[in-house]
């Protein structure tokens, strides 16, 4: 049995936010994912942009999704991201997200032996608290 990939650890990620990106970052904060929702097509877009790609429409709705998803694409790394601290397993994911018609999130997969990971597998959300008291939305095996 190999070790379970975990969670980077929160104090090493810093998140940069416009007025574009923030609405996503609030919402997780109280612990809801969200995604960019166009607010005249209804298109869903992810990362978020000043305009909606399909309608050019710049009215963006943010609904609370069901936090659940499907593994789309992942990657196992071994080797810790940063400098200066101890190599662990982690594992960046591509999710298609549950309520979000064509939206999908990079994010990490946690709590998981590597080896057991499949494409469309499902997954749900967590919230690791990182810095400046933001909160980073992350998944676990549903
Ligand atoms: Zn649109």
């Known amino acids: ?71 789309y694409s992942y990657v196992v790394c071994h080797k810790a991201p940063f400098a200066g601290i101890p190599d662990f397993t982690y594992i960046p994911v591509v999710v298609d997200l549950d309520g979000a018609p064509g939206a999908r999130l990079v994010t990490n997969l946690f709590d998981i032996d590597p080896e057991e990971v499949t494409i469309g597998m499902k997954v749900k959300v967590e919230f690791n608290p990182i810095q400046d008291d933001w909160m980073l939305p992350i998944f676990r095996p549903a």
């Open 1 to 71: 049995m190999s070790l379970k990939a975990v969670a980077i650890p929160g104090e090493h990620i810093k998140i940069n936010t416009d007025p574009y990106t923030e609405p996503f970052w609030q919402k997780a904060k109280q612990g809801i994912l969200t995604a960019a929702q166009c607010g005249a097509c209804g298109h869903f877009r992810m990362p978020p942009t000043s305009y909606c790609p399909k309608c050019r429409s710049q009215d963006t709705k943010w609904p609370d999704l069901p936090g659940t998803g499907t593994v």
